[in-house]
């Protein structure tokens, strides 16, 4: 049986007929989008009117997220902006340390074990006056009980005297770049980066792998993902066992799971032989709902972390080269291997660097195995500049970049890690589009929040978080924004024949808005309220996921 | 709290013999329970005989030693050592191709349950001139020489005399700071980089200090096909042992025996310190630890060098141990 859904707009990202009256559904599929009397033309049908007076458009894509933030969410939210949890409750953002430590004791007295750690998430102190949230501020919360808090970037943590003291971090004589110490000799509570923050970490209530998702944290990421208007998210990075497949192909086939997702092998801790063996046996088992098959390649660090690799003359304040966290020779075996089984490869870099290796790499790569249906992306790409977008463009590649830094760090990039000449220029959307390359643009939540609208905003703005606008060169108009967070994620994860508009035979998906995004000035993208989800036919209300 | 366990960290790019060096250790483990952590067990070419069983990221292997793959999270695994049945007697890493070893050493200090005794990194030495400045990877691999303090410049078998020749030129001009050893096949005598169960107190002097010797020979011999070419290439060890009845101010003894113009790769013993107590010094290439000694030992080193023509003479002379007057 054919449902018509009636609405206000429908905005299809099919240039044919950019915007309808209906659409038709039939089996989770689109039938056609049109007038009423033009869908009439297939047949029986009920026509639907509940978004008669709503906004369609189709079901946003979130090119690089990490379903983790649904585990996350259990952790207490400590970030200086607003955000929504996964169960539309809005934690206000924490405009002073007394505020985060105020919020901790509030859900300190909630826990009954006085043993219990107490976990938290998303500060960012370099927002507060002092830059740095101290052991004694936390141990003003509690001295009995653990204490740690992810940092927003994921690259930093801060504790208590007790989380340290039970790590046996609590002492004099350390010396590590990673723990800065007080002058009493003793760490501040401020660790920096995995190998330091982990043993710590792990006495303060983070899981030991923060970056898989569990049960209870998928359902919870399936809620944010409803609320954001995203019918197909990735997990980018992910080690994909055995028992954790199983899991997410069970819990994704539920009749009320609202969103596809799309789980990428992460390249770390096995060999390319055994990369490609695993991806083989993945990529038989995906699902409509649990996409597998692809793969997630990381090239370097983090530009914030100062573990990005820069080309001359790197960083802006005088910092050393960041890390290569896989070897030229190894991501050769990988890209030589995934082009020859047809397999796409995802890979993260930060540094102009680190890009100029992936496309020398994959150019070496292509003689070998040439082929122009390859869709390797760039992921972040954060530094490339016009001749490698130019030379992206040759090699048939794609780029995601993160948009959303922009807001979150783009004062600390001008400022502190590449200053302003390139800070105006990271995340370059318009030199991409310009050159042809196909765009997407994310939010790397948890990092930043899931909301492809607001994402949408950063790219078209530009907006630093201190309100300058940051590279005005290199903005996007709307209808760019709206392509970027649809058909052109759609694009890079080679999903763009079934997904990422409103036409005829792609999957029936729409973020259902009460606003039309293009009518609404650009300045105002990202308040653009979203009311719920159609995920492959099925209705998904925010207010009630 | 029992005593911290120590561990070496074995670095090197791609291709350098890590993995090679590690299953040369552990086929000359004799008992000595070792535990290897390496980054991922696809390119571990372990001998099928000597695998008893794999749990999960752990091989055992017959003997005692286990293997465990730590993919990227080091601190978990060696965790994971910890809560095993019995504790190994000592440690190795293997770094990945692209990691800093110096930086995996300081994340080791602060775990107090291990101490760093020494970091090896592996130098392909048909390559090494080029690779440590190649593009993207080359200030990588200077890095990694950098924080070396011992380095294996291996595959000297592939060098002709005069590229041999030049390959150690270009050490000496650029790594000052660290001995090296000279190698084929990743071949060490492993005594370099552990300890022995017979020399725990170091009673056997004169016998283990010929067969230390001998044994490292035989390495080279069961390990690869032996040819005249590799006897020159290769170093061969020496052991010499250092006894000092008088006390000394072991901080200042054990930096002379690691420093590289005293011509020593490995030392251990225990000394009297001027205090009276009684200290174990350990030395590995440029690194050097003092610590207070176990119960029940008695005073002397064992020192290991790579020059035929080093005698304990010498060594006295340059740790100024002549002055004490005879031993």
């Known amino acids: 049986m054919t449902t018509i859904y009636s609405a206000k707009k429908i905005i299809t990202m099919n240039p044919t007929r950019p915007t309808v009256s209906h659409v038709a559904v039939r089996d989770g599929r689109i039938v056609g989008a049109g007038s009423l009397t033009e869908l009439a033309g297939f047949g029986d049908y009920t026509l639907d009117e509940r978004f008669t007076d709503k906004v369609l458009m189709p079901g946003l894509v979130e090119g690089h997220c990490h379903t983790v933030e649904g585990k996350w969410w259990r952790y207490v939210y400590c970030g200086f902006h607003d955000r929504m949890d996964p169960h539309g409750k809005v934690w206000s953002g924490l405009a002073s340390i007394d505020q985060v ?178 991806v083989k046996i993945l990529r038989e088992q995906s699902t409509d709902r649990f996409r597998l098959g692809k793969i997630k390649v990381v090239a370097d660090g983090s530009i914030q972390g100062f573990s990005a690799r820069m080309n001359w003359p790197g960083y802006f304040n005088g910092a050393p080269n960041g890390l290569w966290y896989i070897a030229p020779e190894q991501m050769l075996a990988i890209y030589e291997m995934a082009l020859e089984f047809d397999i796409q490869v995802h890979t993260h870099t930060n540094g102009d660097e680190a890009t100029d290796l992936v496309l020398e790499t994959l150019e070496a790569a292509l003689k070998k195995h040439p082929t122009n249906h390859h869709r390797f992306t760039i992921q972040h790409g954060q530094l490339i500049n016009g001749a490698q977008y130019r030379r992206l463009a040759k090699l048939n590649m794609c780029v995601n970049h993160f948009a959303n830094h922009h807001f979150y760090w783009g004062d600390e990039h001008y400022n502190l890690t590449v200053g302003p000449e390139r800070a105006e220029r990271m995340n370059a959307c318009r030199t991409a589009l310009d050159n042809g390359v196909p765009l997407a643009i994310h939010s790397d939540a948890p990092i930043t929040p899931l909301s492809p609208l607001f994402t949408a905003w950063c790219a078209v703005n530009r907006i ?50 009460e606003d039309d995004p293009t009518a609404v000035a650009a300045d105002k993208l990202k308040d653009v309220s979203v009311w719920g989800t159609v995920q492959a036919g099925r209705v998904f209300s925010a207010s009630d996921i | 709290m029992s005593a911290a366990l120590p561990v070496t960290i074995i670095g090197g790019y791609l291709g350098s013999g890590k993995t090679t060096l590690i299953n040369h250790l552990l086929r000359h483990a004799n008992g000595v329970r070792l535990a290897v952590l390496i980054n991922d067990f696809g390119e571990l070419p372990i001998d099928a005989e000597l695998i008893e069983g794999q749990e999960g990221n752990v091989i055992s292997l017959s003997g005692g030693c286990i293997c465990c793959s730590y993919g990227d999270d080091l601190s978990y695994a060696l965790q994971q050592l910890l809560e095993q049945e ?16 110096g930086a995996i050493g300081k994340s080791l200090s602060l775990l107090r349950a291990f101490k760093l005794e020494g970091i090896v990194v592996l130098a ?80 056997a002097s004169a016998s283990a200090s010929a067969s230390a010797s001998a044994s490292a020979v035989q390495c080279i011999k069961s390990d690869t096909t032996a040819t005249s070419h590799h006897h020159e290439v290769a170093s061969l060890f020496k052991s010499i042992r250092l006894d000092i009845n008088k006390a000394i101010d072991a901080d200042t003894l054990a930096a002379q025996l690691a420093d590289k113009r005293c011509g020593l790769v490995r030392a251990k013993g225990f000394v009297r310190h001027a205090d009276k107590s009684l200290k174990t010094i350990q030395v590995v290439g440029r690194r050097w630890s003092v610590t207070d000694a176990p119960d029940g030992v008695s005073t002397g080193l064992v020192c290991i060098a790579t020059d035929g023509n080093l005698s304990e003479a010498r060594v006295r002379a340059f740790c100024g141990l002549d002055k004490l007057g005879p031993a």
């Open chain 1, 464 to 513: 630093t978080s201190s309100g300058r606008v940051q590279g005005e060169h290199e903005k996007i108009t709307v209808d760019e924004a709206l392509y970027a967070i649809t058909l052109g994620a759609a694009y890079t994860l080679d999903l763009d024949r079934e997904i990422g508009s409103i036409e005829a035979g792609k999957h029936a998906d729409f973020a259902v808005l």
């Open chain 2, 124 to 203: 392909d030495a048909t390559s090494i001139e080029t690779s440590s400045t190649a593009k993207y990877i080359g200030d990588t691999i200077a890095r990694q020489l950098s924080d070396a303090d011992l380095i294996v410049l291996n595959k000297l078998d592939l060098l002709s005399n005069l590229q041999l020749e030049a390959v150690r030129g270009w050490m000496e001009a650029h790594y000052t700071h660290s001995p090296w050893v000279d190698s084929v096949f990743s071949t060490i005598d492993p005594e370099v980089l552990f300890e022995m169960k017979r020399d725990i107190n170091l009673h």
């Open chain 1, 101 to 278: 430590i105020e919020r901790l004791m509030e859900q300190e007295v909630t826990l009954v074990d006085p043993a219990e750690p107490l976990t938290g998430w998303a500060i960012d102190p370099i927002y507060y006056s002092d830059r740095k949230i101290t052991r004694q501020q936390l141990d003003r919360v509690s001295t009995t009980r653990p204490i740690g808090i992810m940092h927003a970037s994921g690259h930093i943590m801060s504790v208590n005297s007790k989380a340290l003291e039970m790590a046996d971090y609590l002492r004099t004589g350390i010396e590590h770049e990673g723990v800065p110490l007080g002058d009493d000799g003793l760490p501040t509570g401020e660790l920096k980066g995995p190998d330091v923050m982990r043993p710590v970490g792990q006495k303060a209530g983070f899981s030991d792998n923060m970056l898989e998702f569990d049960e209870p944290g998928l359902i919870d990421f399936a809620r944010l993902c409803v609320r954001a208007g995203v019918t197909t998210a990735t997990d980018l990075a992910a080690e994909l066992s055995e028992a954790t497949v199983d899991m997410g192909i069970r819990v994704t086939d539920a009749d009320n799971f609202p969103v596809r997702i799309m789980s990428l092998r992460f390249h770390h801790g096995v060999t390319p032989n055994e990369l490609i063996e695993h």
């Open chain 2, 86 to 101: 019995s504790l190994p007697d000592h440690i190795f890493i293997e770094a990945s191709g692209v990691a800093l070893p």
